[in-house]
């Protein structure tokens, strides 16, 4: 294989020669056209830069003469001159006054001066000046003239008498005076050249004018000799030259004729039409003088002078004569130079491939400081400046991914992998110092509402403040964010709880000016010295125990967490054996149809029996599983204890109620937990609506899009789902807005505080009235008192969970109690939705007896009225329940208790008299709604509403609303109202 250095040697050979053989073939025309045009270039470069000179050089003197004049120009004062009469305003033609002259020649000479100071600083410093004046109009002034300065000798500029305008000679060369020629032009411009003080000379005029008045004529003079001196020692070939003609192709300077010599005795073949052009362009001009044959060019200035090159022709010709000669010997020489050389230029030009190559090698094995020295502007250049730049965004991109890797996209704080290995050089920095070392772990509290509220974006900004509160304080290298809204820090111990103070103090207002509330766990070193993830784990678990708090709070891993934290590890490292050899039993807790009392549901519930550590309470083992991941295990292993016992109902002939099972946000990351229910549920043939799953807000957490699809889901598959632990959270009412449940669970608080004050009792009326409207079922747990139960009854809250019916109890024990008569009640479920919609009807709230009707008599009652439920079957009817102001009634008006015994209409005494009861069998019979008027003595009547909302689909019963509307001491006798 051919290398690049031998492919490029032959390739350029190859050219070489086929270069050579095209000039010997080109054609003689050819060769000396191009000698010519070479000659032409050559003139016009000499040209060029002849015309850069002058320029440069007449520009300078411009500059000057125009710098003075505008600061004289500036400097005169138009008042002044009108108030002096030199200048005339409107119609005024009045002749000055000597006062007015004499002012105006002493403001003139002032003015002169200060123009003279300024120029004469000008004019020292521009090369050349031969003189500089200004010569003021005789009709301005006929006193004061100016100034004039110039060179005698090699002296510098000598003051001299001011020219008068009025009394110069007439120049020969310009036929006028130089004053009337400058003032002719009516503008700045060149003028010459003539004799000026015996001298020949160029000179430069700016016309000075204020208010349209001609004030004077400013002027630099610049010796023809000078302007000679830029060109007489310019040689084109041997013997040619450069000569400059003025405007009107007068000889300035010639080597061979007199300044102002004409066009005529140059001899020159051209017109004085040609030499208007701006130079000669790449015309060929020649033409013959004095016998010999000569080539010249031109150009002109802005000025309107030329500059022209003449060279004699054979002089030019003379390079294209040997031209074919020399080629053939200059060819042979260039080849075998390149022969010699062409190994060394290839090296030189391959050289920087070689280093490329290296490089990408250097690269490739990840040595990113590698380095490239050649700078050339070639395409090995480019590729190199590519490869350079590649280099840099390559390391660039590795120092950004490092840095990704070991600090926090959002907040630019160490990540937890970075900050383990700063946190362990911190720690041995302390412990150096003689201190102990803390780690704190920090959650902000509520942050989940927060995004839900403002949306993540607001979010994602409170999270960055934070951390920026937290770096100020505990330092930027000794923090991280260990996930969402977490935070680690470490810490020397006898300083973080001033660091602490700190940083709640800014939290109080971080928030728009509100308090952020953070929850905070430290674990100090002292304790036990542990690897800092296992501090941080402690700190962690030390912060988590007080969860459910809304405010802030610092809490000290102590001896009581280290001892937990032993019975964790024991409790994950034994789940396994745990349910294999039955230590995790199930226990069920019955739930309490209110309308009827019976057990329509029951939750099952973990307990773990150690045999080395005794009953572990579900506070123990519950969160243990949910941090290590594993309570997907414990859950399943309790609905398949569930389905176990449902087949062992079947078999023992109960009746099969709803079992509801709890489930942890770890079952749903864990696993497809929603499959995983389906396929064991099914495998064992239970119908799905008898399995209700329970999730607490904390399940839906961040993850609310998702939650929302799971529940959809298991609702779609029939399993109805249950929100537990309803108002126990920041934003209930916000998760229930947006995700449908089946029922809503009250969390045991509600009656914990069931004494504490009436507001408890009517925001759960309200709670249950809210959800009644949404047509959800409702449960209230921790119930442990008769008027507690009495109160959800009155409520229309539909069941009942708590001590006050029984704690959970394993499946065993239930059966000998059933067995022994000792059971509560299982209910049919056929007479379910019978004793739902009684226990659905809220006995404080006398709208939902009207059912959404709105009449007359509706309409003319207060809401806080005397109500109960009578169920009626056949013959016999008794109360269900009723409210307080019902039990009232009955003592106040009739003299006797509540209860719910059975009474056979038939045994009563009045029932042929009674409208009440005739209603009551009547409503029971035919449904309906009826409005009656009973007399109870000889002035009273009373005003009952009765309405039937059931009946039973197994034993017929029926079940009638009852609504004492008032209680009056006039007579409306018989039936009001039948509907």
């Given at each position: 294989?051919?290398?690049?250095?031998?492919?490029?040697?032959?390739?350029?050979?190859?050219?070489?020669?086929?270069?050579?053989?095209s000039?010997?073939?080109?054609?003689?025309?050819?060769?000396?056209?191009?000698?010519?045009?070479?000659?032409?270039?050559?003139?016009?470069l000499?040209?060029?830069?002849?015309?850069?000179?002058?320029?440069?050089?007449?520009?300078?003197?411009?500059?000057?003469?125009?710098?003075?004049?505008?600061?004289?120009?500036?400097?005169?004062?138009?008042?002044?001159?009108?108030?002096?009469?030199?200048?005339?305003?409107?119609?005024?033609?009045?002749?000055?006054?000597?006062d007015q002259?004499?002012?105006?020649?002493?403001?003139?000479?002032?003015?002169?001066?200060?123009?003279?100071?300024?120029?004469?600083?000008?004019?020292?410093?521009?090369?050349g000046?031969?003189?500089?004046?200004?010569?003021?109009s005789?009709?301005?002034?006929?006193n004061?003239?100016?100034?004039?300065?110039?060179?005698?000798?090699?002296t510098?500029?000598?003051?001299?008498?001011?020219?008068?305008a009025?009394?110069?000679?007439?120049?020969?060369?310009?036929?006028?005076?130089?004053?009337d020629?400058?003032?002719?032009?009516?503008?700045?411009?060149?003028?010459?050249?003539?004799?000026?003080?015996?001298?020949?000379?160029?000179?430069?005029?700016?016309?000075i004018?204020?208010?349209?008045m001609?004030?004077g004529?400013?002027?630099?003079?610049?010796?023809?000799?000078?302007?000679?001196?830029?060109?007489?020692?310019?040689?084109?070939?041997?013997?040619?030259?450069?000569?400059?003609l003025?405007?009107?192709?007068?000889?300035?300077?010639?080597?061979?004729?007199?300044?102002?010599?004409?066009?005529?005795?140059?001899?020159?073949?051209?017109?004085?039409?040609?030499?208007?052009?701006?130079?000669?362009g790449?015309?060929?001009?020649?033409?013959?003088?004095?016998?010999?044959?000569?080539?010249?060019?031109f150009?002109?200035?802005?000025?309107?002078?030329?500059?022209?090159?003449?060279?004699?022709?054979?002089?030019?010709?003379?390079?294209w004569?040997?031209?074919?000669?020399?080629?053939?010997?200059?060819?042979?020489?260039?080849?075998f130079?390149?022969?010699?050389l062409?190994?060394?230029?290839?090296?030189?030009?391959?050289?920087?491939?070689?280093?490329l190559?290296?490089?990408?090698?250097?690269?490739?094995?990840?040595?990113?400081?590698?380095?490239?020295?050649?700078?050339?502007?070639d395409?090995?250049?480019?590729l190199?400046?590519?490869?350079?730049?590649m280099?840099d965004q390559?390391?660039l991109?590795?120092?950004?991914?490092?840095?990704?890797?070991?600090?926090?996209?959002?907040?630019?704080?160490?990540?937890?992998?970075?900050?383990?290995?700063?946190?362990?050089?911190?720690?041995k920095?302390?412990?150096?110092?003689?201190?102990?070392?803390?780690?704190?772990?920090?959650?902000i509290?509520?942050?989940?509402?927060?995004?839900r509220?403002?949306?993540?974006?607001?979010?994602?900004?409170?999270?960055?403040?934070?951390?920026?509160?937290?770096?100020?304080?505990?330092?930027?290298?000794?923090?991280?964010?260990?996930?969402?809204?977490?935070?680690?820090?470490?810490?020397?111990?006898?300083?973080?709880?001033?660091?602490l103070q700190?940083?709640?103090?800014?939290?109080?207002?971080?928030?728009?000016?509100?308090?952020?509330?953070?929850?905070?766990?430290?674990?100090n070193n002292?304790?036990?010295?542990?690897?800092?993830?296992?501090?941080c784990?402690?700190?962690?678990?030390?912060?988590?125990?007080?969860?459910?708090?809304?405010?802030?709070?610092?809490?000290?891993?102590?001896?009581?967490?280290?001892?937990?934290?032993?019975?964790?590890v024991?409790?994950?490292?034994?789940?396994?054996?745990?349910?294999?050899?039955?230590?995790?039993?199930v226990?069920?807790?019955?739930?309490?149809?209110?309308?009827?009392?019976?057990?329509?549901?029951?939750?099952?519930?973990?307990?773990?029996?150690?045999?080395?550590?005794?009953?572990l309470?579900?506070?123990?083992?519950?969160?243990?599983?949910?941090?290590?991941?594993?309570?997907?295990?414990l859950?399943?292993?309790?609905?398949?204890q569930?389905?176990?016992?449902?087949?062992?109902?079947?078999?023992?002939?109960?009746?099969l109620?709803?079992?509801?099972i709890?489930?942890?946000?770890?079952?749903?990351?864990?696993?497809?937990?929603?499959?995983?229910?389906?396929?064991?549920?099914?495998?064992?043939?239970?119908?799905?609506?008898?399995?209700?799953?329970?999730?607490?807000?904390?399940?839906?957490?961040?993850?609310?899009?998702f939650?929302?699809?799971?529940?959809?889901?298991?609702?779609?598959?029939?399993f109805?789902?249950?929100?537990?632990?309803?108002?126990?959270?920041?934003?209930?009412?916000?998760?229930?807005?947006q995700?449908?449940?089946?029922l809503?669970?009250f969390d045991?608080?509600?009656?914990?505080?069931?004494?504490?004050?009436?507001e408890?009792?009517?925001?759960?009326?309200?709670?249950?009235?809210?959800?009644?409207?949404?047509?959800?079922?409702t449960?209230?747990?921790?119930?442990?008192?008769?008027?507690?139960?009495?109160?959800?009854?009155?409520?229309g809250?539909?069941r009942?969970?708590?001590y006050?019916?029984g704690?959970?109890?394993p499946?065993?024990?239930?059966?000998?109690?059933?067995?022994?008569?000792?059971?509560?009640?299982?209910?049919?479920?056929?007479?379910?939705?019978?004793?739902?919609?009684?226990?659905?009807?809220?006995?404080?709230?006398?709208?939902?007896?009207s059912?959404?009707?709105?009449?007359?008599?509706?309409?003319?009652?207060?809401?806080?009225?005397?109500?109960?439920?009578?169920?009626?079957?056949?013959?016999?009817?008794?109360?269900?329940?009723?409210?307080?102001?019902?039990?009232?009634?009955?003592?106040?008006?009739?003299?006797i208790?509540?209860?719910?015994?059975?009474?056979?209409i038939?045994?009563?005494?009045?029932?042929?008299?009674?409208?009440?009861?005739?209603?009551?069998?009547?409503?029971?019979?035919?449904?309906?709604r009826?409005?009656?008027?009973?007399?109870?003595?000889?002035?009273?009547?009373?005003?009952t509403?009765?309405?039937r909302?059931?009946?039973?689909?197994?034993?017929?019963?029926?079940?009638?609303?009852v609504?004492?509307?008032?209680?009056?001491?006039?007579?409306?006798?018989?039936?009001?109202?039948?509907?």
């Amino acid at each position: 294989m051919y290398s690049i250095r031998s492919k490029i040697a032959i390739i350029t050979v190859l050219v070489i020669l086929t270069s050579v053989l095209s000039v010997f073939g080109a054609n003689y025309f050819i060769i000396q056209r191009e000698t010519d045009q070479n000659s032409v270039d050559m003139m016009n470069l000499i040209n060029s830069d002849t015309d850069k000179a002058l320029e440069k050089y007449f520009e300078s003197i411009e500059q000057s003469a125009e710098i003075t004049s505008n600061i004289a120009i500036d400097d005169l004062d138009s008042v002044v001159l009108a108030n002096y009469g030199a200048i005339k305003t409107g119609t005024d033609i009045s002749a000055q006054t000597p006062d007015q002259i004499k002012a105006l020649d002493d403001y003139l000479e002032s003015y002169c001066n200060k123009v003279q100071g300024l120029f004469s600083g000008v004019a020292e410093n521009t090369q050349g000046i031969n003189s500089y004046y200004y010569c003021i109009s005789p009709e301005i002034s006929k006193n004061v003239h100016g100034f004039f300065y110039m060179k005698e000798g090699k002296t510098g500029l000598i003051e001299k008498a001011p020219l008068d305008a009025s009394n110069l000679t007439p120049s020969e060369q310009l036929g006028a005076t130089w004053y009337d020629t400058a003032v002719d032009m009516g503008r700045p411009g060149w003028v010459g050249p003539y004799i000026f003080q015996k001298e020949w000379v160029y000179s430069y005029f700016v016309p000075i004018y204020k208010a349209g008045m001609l004030i004077g004529v400013l002027g630099m003079d610049i010796p023809c000799e000078i302007l000679i001196d830029q060109v007489k020692d310019i040689s084109i070939y041997d013997t040619g030259f450069v000569c400059l003609l003025d405007k009107d192709a007068k000889v300035i300077y010639h080597p061979d004729l007199p300044i102002t010599s004409d066009l005529d005795e140059l001899q020159l073949s051209v017109s004085s039409e040609t030499l208007t052009k701006d130079n000669s362009g790449n015309d060929l001009i020649r033409y013959e003088a004095h016998g010999t044959k000569r080539q010249m060019s031109f150009s002109t200035l802005s000025n309107g002078m030329h500059v022209v090159c003449i060279a004699p022709t054979e002089e030019i010709n003379a390079p294209w004569i040997t031209l074919i000669r020399d080629i053939a010997l200059i060819t042979v020489i260039v080849i075998f130079v390149f022969v010699l050389l062409i190994l060394l230029v290839i090296g030189a030009l391959t050289r920087p491939l070689k280093q490329l190559t290296n490089a990408s090698k250097r690269l490739a094995d990840a040595d990113y400081d590698v380095d490239l020295t050649y700078q050339g502007k070639d395409e090995i250049g480019a590729l190199t400046n590519a490869f350079m730049r590649m280099r840099d965004q390559l390391k660039l991109y590795i120092e950004n991914l490092n840095h990704q890797i070991f600090y926090d996209t959002m907040t630019d704080i160490p990540n937890m992998r970075h900050f383990f290995k700063l946190a362990v050089e911190e720690k041995k920095r302390i412990l150096s110092e003689g201190l102990d070392p803390v780690m704190v772990y920090i959650d902000i509290i509520g942050i989940r509402y927060y995004n839900r509220q403002y949306g993540f974006e607001m979010g994602d900004k409170l999270i960055m403040d934070f951390s920026k509160i937290l770096a100020e304080n505990f330092g930027e290298h000794r923090i991280c964010r260990f996930s969402g809204d977490h935070f680690t820090a470490v810490a020397e111990g006898d300083k973080v709880d001033e660091i602490l103070q700190k940083v709640l103090d800014e939290c109080r207002t971080a928030v728009d000016g509100k308090e952020l509330p953070i929850r905070v766990g430290i674990y100090n070193n002292a304790l036990e010295d542990v690897d800092v993830n296992v501090a941080c784990d402690r700190a962690k678990y030390a912060a988590d125990r007080k969860k459910g708090e809304l405010s802030s709070t610092i809490t000290y891993y102590d001896e009581d967490m280290l001892k937990r934290n032993e019975i964790n590890v024991h409790i994950i490292q034994n789940l396994d054996r745990a349910i294999e050899e039955g230590w995790i039993k199930v226990y069920y807790q019955p739930i309490v149809r209110a309308s009827n009392g019976q057990v329509c549901d029951e939750e099952a519930l973990a307990r773990w029996i150690d045999p080395e550590l005794g009953f572990l309470s579900p506070g123990y083992f519950i969160p243990a599983l949910e941090q290590a991941k594993l309570i997907y295990k414990l859950d399943l292993y309790v609905l398949e204890q569930v389905l176990k016992k449902m087949q062992k109902q079947k078999e023992l002939g109960y009746y099969l109620i709803s079992q509801s099972i709890n489930l942890s946000r770890m079952d749903f990351e864990s696993c497809d937990i929603v499959e995983e229910i389906r396929k064991r549920v099914d495998a064992e043939g239970i119908d799905h609506s008898l399995i209700s799953v329970e999730i607490t807000e904390s399940v839906i957490g961040e993850e609310f899009d998702f939650m929302k699809e799971q529940v959809a889901r298991f609702q779609k598959l029939g399993f109805p789902v249950w929100m537990d632990d309803f108002g126990s959270g920041y934003s209930s009412l916000d998760v229930l807005h947006q995700l449908h449940f089946d029922l809503i669970k009250f969390d045991m608080r509600f009656m914990e505080r069931f004494d504490e004050g009436e507001e408890g009792k009517i925001i759960v009326t309200e709670l249950v009235n809210m959800a009644i409207s949404l047509g959800l079922d409702t449960l209230c747990e921790g119930v442990e008192l008769e008027e507690q139960v009495e109160f959800l009854r009155e409520i229309g809250c539909t069941r009942i969970q708590g001590y006050y019916y029984g704690k959970p109890t394993p499946f065993e024990e239930i059966v000998a109690k059933i067995e022994r008569g000792e059971a509560l009640t299982i209910e049919n479920p056929e007479e379910a939705e019978y004793y739902a919609s009684i226990g659905r009807l809220n006995l404080y709230d006398f709208s939902t007896l009207s059912n959404g009707e709105n009449d007359e008599i509706m309409t003319q009652y207060f809401n806080s009225l005397p109500m109960c439920i009578i169920e009626v079957n056949d013959t016999k009817l008794w109360y269900n329940r009723c409210n307080r102001s019902y039990r009232d009634f009955l003592k106040r008006t009739l003299n006797i208790d509540f209860n719910t015994l059975k009474r056979d209409i038939l045994d009563t005494k009045d029932r042929e008299e009674s409208t009440f009861l005739k209603a009551i069998m009547h409503c029971g019979r035919e449904g309906g709604r009826l409005v009656v008027d009973e007399k109870m003595d000889q002035d009273t009547y009373v005003h009952t509403l009765i309405r039937r909302i059931g009946v039973n689909p197994v034993t017929g019963t029926s079940a009638i609303a009852v609504a004492i509307l008032t209680i009056a001491n006039e007579s409306t006798s018989g039936m009001a109202t039948t509907n």
